[in-house]
């Protein structure tokens, strides 16, 4: 766990240096994509997801979470904070509710039911030409 951990962090910090202010991209790194946000205030988020994690999504929740955070954590703390000097309770949230796309981003959920629907009826095309 320790070593997930570290490489989690070790990657974001990274990726996070690399990028540049007001930009957002996603890298692949091992079997994971990270999806990165650095806003134009250098306050920056990744989010480390598998390759079938929708990518709009993922920068979907940084923003959220990234505006949410720069409303309830002084600026001055950024630089120095950690987990342990800064409390966010609203991420346990975020993380728990994005862990399913679907249900987190409205969007997708429509893409996924018009997905389902053309499944059926194509279906049901093909059952309706089988029987002529």
């Known amino acids: 766990r320790s070593s ?3 490489f989690m962090t ?3 910090q990274l990726i996070v240096e690399r990028s540049s202010k007001g930009t957002r991209a996603s890298v692949k790194e091992q079997d994971y994509l990270c999806h990165v ?3 134009n205030d250098s ?6 997801a598998d390759n079938e994690y929708p990518s709009r999504v993922a920068f979907t929740l940084l923003e959220k979470v990234l505006d949410e955070f720069s409303k309830q954590v ?3 703390d950024w ?5 342990a000097t800064i409390h966010y309770p609203a991420l346990d949230g975020h993380l728990s509710r994005y862990q399913n796309p679907r249900e987190a981003d409205p969007m997708t959920k429509v893409q ?3 997905d389902e629907t053309k499944i059926i009826l194509a279906r049901k095309q093909n059952s309706c030409c089988a029987i002529m």
Do not use: M
């Open 4 to 6: 997930v951990q570290e």
């Open 10 to 12: 070790f990657t974001s």
């Open 43 to 48: 306050l920056a988020g990744v989010v480390i």
């Open 112 to 114: 996924a039911e018009l």
């Open 74 to 76: 002084d600026r001055i």
């Open 37 to 39: 946000y650095v806003r």
């Open 79 to 83: 630089p120095v904070g950690s987990p």
